[in-house]
C-alpha cells in the first residue's frame, strides 16, 4: 500500500531520480533485447500520463502508474529509499524481494533465475 509523502529537497531529488534512473536503464535493457525472459514495462493509461512516485509503508519507493510485466504477469518494482547502491531496483513476489540490477546495471544472477523461474499466464 502507498501513502503520500512530503518531499524534503534534495532527498527526493537523490531518491526519485534513482527510481527513474534504474527504470530507464531495465527500458533499455528490454528494448536492446538484453532481458533474460520475455518483459515489457507498460501503463494502463495510453497517455502516458507524468509518473505517479509514492512512498511504500516498507519505506519503498515504486512507480504507481507504470508496471513490469514478465511473462505477461505485471509486477510493481521499487527503490529501496536512501540507498547509495547505484541500482536499487526490486520486484516482490510472495514477499520476496528480488534485486534486479548488479552494480554495473546488468541483471543479477538473482533476478535472472528468479524471471526464468515463472509459469506465464495461460
Known sequence: MNINYQRVIPRDFFNESKLLKCL???SLLIHDNKAPVEMKL???NEDTEPFKIG???DGSLELQNWYLEIKGIPYIVS???NS???YPLFVL???VEYEIFNDD???SDEFINFSKKIVPNP
Do not use: E, H
Open 24 to 26: 530507464g536503464q531495465l
Open 42 to 44: 507498460y501503463t494502463l
Open 55 to 57: 512512498l511504500n509503508f
Open 93 to 95: 513476489r510472495d514477499a
Open 105 to 107: 546495471g546488468t541483471f
Open 84 to 86: 547509495k547502491s547505484p
Open 79 to 81: 527503490s529501496t529509499y
